[in-house]
């Protein structure tokens, strides 16, 4: 069974920064693209970043040098470091693992960027 469990949301002020954990099971990890899409209310769910078992990475262009997108194929675990975060920013926050066995996703975590 395929579990991909969030962690680290929160409320955050403009300019804070927050670390996201997702941690995996149930599945080859290192082998596994891993993303993360987010949420907004009323707004479809949007990729934010992915990296593949490489290590190679990719990012919605309004994170950019803001986001970045790491991963412990020793941990099983993939994680997303905030910074500078915006406003706009906020959304629920969604792990997500591609591979041999399809398209997996965590629960969300909320991120909730104000003053």
């Known amino acids: 069974q395929v579990q991909l469990v969030e962690s680290g949301g929160g409320l955050v002020q403009p300019g804070g920064s927050l670390r996201l954990s997702c941690a995996a099971s149930?599945?080859?990890?290192?082998?596994?693209?891993m993303g993360w899409y987010r949420q907004a209310p009323g707004k479809q769910r949007e990729l934010v970043a992915t990296i593949i078992g490489g290590g190679g990475t990719n990012y919605l262009d309004s994170v950019k040098g803001r986001f970045t997108i790491s991963r412990d194929n020793a941990k099983n675990t993939v994680y997303l470091q905030m910074n500078s975060l915006k406003p706009e920013d906020t959304a629920v926050y969604y792990c997500?693992?591609?591979?041999?066995?399809?398209?997996?996703w965590g629960q969300g975590t909320q991120v909730t960027v104000s003053s």
């Open positions: 149930g599945i080859i990890f290192s082998i596994y693209t």
């Open positions: 997500s693992g591609l591979g041999d066995s399809g398209l997996h």
